[in-house]
């Protein structure tokens, strides 16, 4: 068996502990017990949106609706194929209407993320959607997945 420290979560604050297990499996099975954990970890989701092939201006990186009150948190993009010659830049729609944020994947790299410093409100029905509003100017990139990270407003 291997230790493994465990970090506190901040808006947490419980102090670090160790703990003695065989796979970090378990060891999140352990640390997620305790009650106030288990509420913190009920209140994030993700959620993956996929891109099969090339992406192009204005093409629109699927649509995930809210079933609740929450705040979208932070969108990472992982590109098998990254823009060359250019960022690949997606806008963050809500219900249609564009946010005034992007996450961007810049020029010869395959990964973007923003999280925001104020979280996008979302209430039950609201589509969020990515729309390319950029490419790489010799390849635009492709074969995206963009993952969505919410947090329930209680």
Same mark, same amino acid.
Not at 33 to 48: G, I, Q
Not at 98 to 105: A, K, L, M, Q, Y
């Given at each position: 068996? $291997?230790?493994? !420290? =465990?970090?506190?979560?901040? *808006? &947490?604050?419980? /102090?670090?502990?160790t703990?003695?297990?065989? %796979?970090?499996?378990?060891?999140?099975?352990?640390?997620?017990?305790?009650?106030?954990?288990?509420?913190?970890?009920?209140?994030? $989701?993700?959620? !993956? =949106?996929?891109?099969?092939? *090339? &992406?192009?201006v /204005?093409?629109?990186?699927?649509?995930?609706? %809210?079933?609740?009150?929450?705040?979208?948190t932070a969108?990472?993009?992982?590109?098998?194929?990254?823009?060359?010659?250019?960022?690949?830049?997606?806008?963050?729609?809500?219900?249609?209407?564009?946010?005034?944020?992007?996450?961007?994947?810049?020029?010869?790299?395959?990964?973007?993320?923003?999280?925001?410093?104020?979280?996008?409100?979302?209430a039950?029905?609201?589509?969020?959607?990515?729309?390319?509003?950029?490419?790489?100017?010799?390849?635009?990139?492709?074969?995206?997945?963009?993952?969505?990270?919410?947090?329930?407003?209680?």
């Amino acid at each position: 068996m $291997s230790q493994i !420290n =465990l970090q506190p979560i901040p *808006s &947490i604050g419980r /102090p670090p502990s160790t703990v003695e297990k065989s %796979s970090m499996r378990e060891t999140l099975d352990l640390y997620s017990k305790s009650e106030t954990d288990a509420k913190f970890a009920a209140t994030v $989701s993700t959620n !993956n =949106l996929v891109w099969a092939g *090339s &992406i192009q201006v /204005p093409d629109e990186i699927g649509t995930w609706e %809210s079933l609740g009150a929450e705040e979208l948190t932070a969108v990472q993009v992982s590109a098998q194929q990254g823009p060359v010659g250019d960022d690949l830049t997606l806008e963050i729609t809500k219900s249609g209407t564009g946010t005034g944020e992007f996450v961007i994947v810049p020029d010869g790299m395959l990964h973007g993320k923003v999280v925001f410093a104020t979280p996008i409100d979302l209430a039950e029905g609201d589509l969020v959607t990515l729309v390319c509003t950029g490419v790489g100017s010799t390849s635009g990139g492709g074969f995206l997945t963009v993952t969505l990270v919410r947090r329930a407003v209680t």
